[in-house]
């Protein structure tokens, strides 16, 4: 039978409007009364927007930004130097546009540095440069024969304001101290228009709207173009890294939301009863994801902002340059916003559905939906696995060419998919493999795999967390393992390189004449002064020949400079004569380095010559030997810059090469102070040498370390934050438990175990899965190959794969074990 | 003409082996203006009938019939409105929304048909002011007693002129008295033309119907009783109302 007209007549026109007034009001209430509830979620989303806002912003004004050479321009031309096509081009802009302003630039060097400075001629009343200078004290150049100075500069060459820098024949007194506020580091003297004379670099700013650059000239670059040309800017990471932290989010919110769904089903039930139909049901669950995603998003926003504006004055005084109060890349923020809000309204979105699916008369009791059929085949997982596989090795074949970078990204993605896919068959071979275990644990297993909608989450985002801490552990360990191309520090904090200026200097292959001898005596005299004023009785001598070490075939290659090893350095380093192999050609503190074929070590003119043959590996016997002898040795220091990997004397005498001093070693018996550093700079610069010092490389073991942390409070976090929510849905067999006489024990077992089981799959999962992202990338690399991943950072592994699990079930232990809730009926008002 | 036909209705919940015959070719009718009472034991299949009589569940078998429109030829959508426009229910603990107001609770079904929040209030208001409590309006249910709340739900499913009124045990959360005046107002209903079920325990409180329907083990196993004597006892300052 037909409805009648009367029972089934149409809406007023319009009328979804106050349907979607009335269930966004109905989920903003429920938000506003029971915001505890999604505090996990909302404290999540607040956090992850305000480190988005803080991070963007210091990420973003760290760097000098890629435009701040323009000034107020919208266009900018460099040549290297005057020009007749240089001065014709200015002259044609000008005719064309207007004002043009010219910067000429010529590279000087502090004496006694390496450290080099700008003789700038530029106005500093330009239309368009102003913003690239400030006056700290005194006055701009007003004529030729005045110069104002940065602080740096001015330090460097000793100057006050008031004295007369004389610069060759040309004398230039010094009127003022300035700075480019928007590079604080940059040093330069500015001199008026006209007066340098020899500019190797000539920036050119004006204003062409509308104009395509091309059409002007080569050198031509509007901000447009530059940011084109860097398209992993600081914005682009900060917002991947906000994308990838939502999607975490998101996993975990669905559990959020889906307790909140069935704590109101009788409520909904009610709303069914009374008309709703099951979009208008749909909708209050979705509202209230929206509005729990607007409210963390704008809770993140404010609390980030403060954080910004306390943590400002300390990001000007570490970047070195001015930072506006509200220099923020507000379109980065405002995505994470959009991303906050669309995270929260996905993850609500299958609970919202889920919910349209119980009837309403089981709504109405009170009674969550069965859980749906059981997924047992992790068989769309593992092909998803394949197609990262595949993706990753395309990027790692492409890796080294310098692309990759595309395929590297979906393999990615496509491999969190994967673990989101497999982690519900994990779930469920769980419960089957304890089976027969104790009831607290059969108990909880059987929990994890009937609510999988909830564990299976956040069990994928445990996985998707400890992926990431496993695969910078492993490819932190392959790289820094590499024996070839050695990376890390450079120096301990406690060492120190003074280098003379030739013949070979700090790397290989620079034969020329040998130093006067006088020089190098004034050099030594330097270094002897140099290691006694930092309180160092060990001063070693760097001796280098025109020898080094290279790898005759695919992948990486040597890198490193290779020191005699003279009696001095072994004794320095504790390494006796008779520990030495006397046929030994080169030593090595590099593990695995004695172990690698296809090496050469090559001397005289090998590189000068060009290949032999067209071979590029040719080994003729004149200037080359294949296969040295290598013997590992670890007492030498592992710096990059260090002697990490020397030749031997007998190598030198049997090739006849010829040592020369390239430098000195000091080592302190404290850390070096930035005073001490200072003070060995001048005192080197005046007998014309350089120094190096520990650079800010990290050690791998910092990294892998610091990558394990970070991976195990994220799985800790997204745990401890779906932990509560896996087990409120449980809560009714965890009264009925109680109820039969089961001790807080017993529930405190079950949620210890819950919480180790999800910690031990998570690493477990997230572990494979690191590993297939390796070795899948580095299979098809060229650079580095399977054999890169025998470095294995096991302790950091066992950390994950043990004390993780053990550390969340403890944690379970201690904070579960209080009594249920009663049975009393609980009405809803 | 009957507002409310129920024939032949079966329902079966589970399958095979667990099977189990909530209701077993009942046939139940209502007409506008009358007050029908629903008795039985636990478990005889009284609250099924209601949800199959007001569309929250699909019978097994037999035809649902409300104001000539069958329930078997409408899809949800179509019994989602009838719930809205037709159908009004009340439930033992109420079922009141804890975010929302007491008018806002009446109106809900008003804004879930598409009528404004402005008109919808108007008439909320004066569904509220009828059961004497129009200054709880603004109040949340929380802030209300339980005779009130059940009275905010009553409002809530007679608001907008709806004929038919399901109560399933209304005043089985109350006190008597309030029980009483929740009856009161369900035979207010009726006298204005609504067709109304009540499910009720309370053989005191099915006297007020004009029929008392006694359903075991999912049969009716009498509907032509009638209890009399009883409201004006229990009752006695507020009689039952001429119809």
Same mark, same amino acid.
């Given at each position: ?188 003297? +500015? ?156 993850? !609500? ?9 119980? $009837? ?217 004569? $008779? ?133 195990? +409070? ?58 297939? !992202? ?56 | ?155 809530? !499913? ?44 309370? !053989?005191?409180?099915? $006297? ?36």
């Amino acid at each position: 039978m037909t409805p009648t007209p009367a029972l089934v007549h149409e809406r007023p026109s319009g009328a979804r409007l106050p349907v979607r007034r009335a269930m966004v009001r109905w989920a903003w209430r429920l938000l506003r009364r029971e915001w505890r509830q999604q505090v996990l979620v909302l404290a999540l989303i607040a956090v992850a927007v305000a480190v988005t806002t803080v991070g963007v912003g210091v990420a973003v004004n760290t760097p000098l930004s890629p435009y701040v050479g323009f000034g107020t321009a919208t266009d900018l031309a460099t040549f290297s130097g005057v020009s007749p096509s240089e001065t014709a081009a200015v002259v044609t802009w000008r005719q064309h546009y207007g004002s043009v302003q010219v910067i000429e630039n010529e590279t000087m060097t502090i004496p006694g540095s390496i450290t080099t400075f700008d003789l700038r001629a530029q106005n500093p009343r330009g239309p368009y440069g102003q913003p690239l200078l400030s006056l700290v004290s005194g006055h701009f150049p007003t004529r030729a024969g005045e110069v104002a100075l940065t602080s740096g500069v001015a330090t460097s060459l000793n100057l006050t304001r008031g004295d007369v820098w004389h610069q060759g024949d040309i004398a230039r007194r010094v009127v003022g101290i300035v700075e480019n506020p928007l590079d604080l580091l940059e040093q330069f003297a +500015l001199v008026v228009p006209g007066q340098v004379p020899h500019p190797n670099d000539v920036t050119v700013l004006f204003d062409a709207p509308g104009v395509a650059p091309h059409t002007l000239g080569p050198h031509v670059l509007t901000p447009a173009m530059v940011a084109r040309s860097n398209p992993l800017n600081p914005e682009t990471i900060s917002l991947a890294l906000a994308t990838l932290a939502m999607l975490l989010i998101a996993l975990v919110a669905v559990a959020g939301f889906t307790v909140m769904a069935q704590r109101h089903l009788r409520q909904i039930g009610m709303l069914g009863a009374i008309g709703a139909t099951d979009r208008d049901i749909a909708m209050v669950v979705r509202a209230n994801g929206v509005l729990t995603g607007v409210v963390g998003a704008l809770v993140g926003v404010v609390v980030g902002l403060a954080a910004w504006l306390a943590y400002r004055p300390r990001l000007e005084a570490s970047a070195h340059h001015v930072v506006g109060v509200l220099a923020l890349p507000w379109v980065v923020i405002v995505a994470a916003v959009a991303l906050a809000v669309v995270a929260a309204y996905v993850a !609500a979105t299958k609970p919202a559905r889920a919910v349209t699916r119980i $009837s309403i008369v089981a709504a109405l009791s009170g009674r969550p939906a069965p859980p749906p059929p059981m997924r047992r085949t992790v068989v769309p997982g593992v092909v998803v696995a394949v197609v990262a596989f595949f993706l990753l090795g395309a990027a790692g074949a492409s890796g080294g060419k310098g692309g990759g970078v595309l395929e590297l990204v979906l393999g990615f993605v496509a491999l969190t998919v994967a673990v989101v896919l497999s982690a519900p068959f994990f779930l469920v071979a769980l419960s089957r493999l304890t089976r027969r275990a104790p009831l607290a644990v059969r108990m909880a297993t059987r929990d994890l795999e009937r609510f999988r909608a909830r564990s299976g989450a956040a069990l994928g985002a445990i996985s998707i967390g400890v992926l990431i801490a496993v695969t910078v552990m492993v490819a932190s360990a392959a790289r820094f393992g590499n024996a070839l191309d050695w990376a890390g520090p450079n120096l301990s904090p406690t060492q120190l390189i003074l280098y003379t200026p030739g013949p070979y200097g700090p790397g290989p292959g620079n034969a020329s004449a040998p130093l006067p001898t006088f020089n190098l005596a004034t050099m030594h005299a330097a270094a002897q002064s140099i290691a006694h004023a930092l309180g160092s009785h060990t001063i070693i001598t760097l001796e280098t020949t025109s020898a080094t070490l290279q790898h005759a075939g695919p992948g990486r290659n040597y890198s490193g400079p290779l020191y005699v090893a003279t009696p001095q350095l072994l004794r320095a380093f504790g390494i006796a004569a $008779s520990s030495l192999s006397p046929t030994a050609d080169v030593l090595s503190m590099r593990p695995g380095f004695s172990s690698l074929t296809s090496m050469q070590l090559v001397y005289g003119d090998y590189f000068g010559r060009g290949p032999t043959g067209g071979h590029p590996f040719a080994c003729p016997a004149s200037d080359c030997l294949a296969n040295p002898a290598i013997q590992e040795v670890s007492g030498l220091p592992s710096g990059t810059s260090a002697p990490n990997t020397v030749i031997t004397q007998y190598a030198v005498h049997r090739l006849a090469l010829t040592p020369l001093v390239s430098g000195w070693l000091v080592q302190s018996a404290r850390t070096l102070s930035a005073l001490q550093i200072t003070d060995a700079r001048a005192t080197a610069a005046a007998a014309g040498m350089t120094v190096e010092t520990k650079s800010s490389i990290p050690t791998s073991a910092s990294i892998i370390d610091w990558a394990t942390v970070v991976g195990i +409070l994220l799985a800790l976090g997204i745990l401890a934050m779906s932990i509560g929510l896996i087990r409120s849905e449980a809560v009714r067999d965890v009264r009925i438990l109680t109820a039969t006489g089961a001790s807080s024990t017993t529930r405190r077992n079950v949620t210890a175990v819950t919480a180790g089981a999800l910690a031990l799959i998570g690493a477990v999962v997230g572990t494979a899965a690191g590993y297939v !992202a390796v070795i899948a990338f580095s299979r098809t690399n060229s650079l580095d190959g399977l054999s890169s991943l025998s470095s294995v950072p096991v302790a950091n592994l066992v950390v994950i794969l043990v004390a993780m699990p053990v550390g969340a079930a403890a944690g379970g232990w201690l904070l579960a074990g209080r009594e249920p809730a009663p049975f009393a009926h609980q009405p809803l008002e | 003409m009957s507002f409310l036909e129920m024939r032949a209705i079966g329902k079966i919940y589970g399958a095979g082996s667990s099977e189990v015959h909530a209701l077993t070719d009942v046939d139940l009718s209502v007409e506008r203006g009358a007050l029908v009472a629903v008795m039985g034991p636990s478990g005889s299949g009284k609250s099924t009938l209601l949800s199959i009589a007001g569309s929250l569940e699909e019978p097994t078998s037999g035809e649902v019939v409300i104001d000539g429109a069958s329930l078997s030829a409408m899809s949800r959508n179509d019994k989602a409105r009838l719930r809205r426009r037709t159908v009004g229910y009340v439930f033992q603990d109420f079922n009141l929304l804890a975010g929302l107001t007491a008018v806002e609770n009446v109106t809900l079904p008003l804004e879930l048909d598409g009528v404004t929040a402005r008109t919808a209030r108007r008439a909320g208001m004066t569904a509220l002011e009828e059961l004497g409590l129009a200054d709880r309006g603004n109040r949340f249910p929380d802030e209300l007693s339980g005779g009130e709340r059940q009275r905010v739900a009553i409002a809530r !499913a007679v608001v907008g002129n709806r004929q038919l009124l399901l109560a399933d045990e209304p005043s089985g959360a109350l006190d008597s008295a309030n029980g009483t005046v929740v009856m009161e107002m369900i035979l207010a209903a009726c006298r204005r033309g609504v067709a109304a079920v009540v499910v009720t325990h309370d !053989a005191t409180l099915a $006297s007020w119907a004009d029929r008392v329907v006694v359903v075991r083990d999912g049969r009716v196993v009498d509907q032509s009783a009638t209890l009399t004597g009883s409201p004006s006892s229990s009752a006695p300052s507020s009689p039952p109302l001429e119809r």
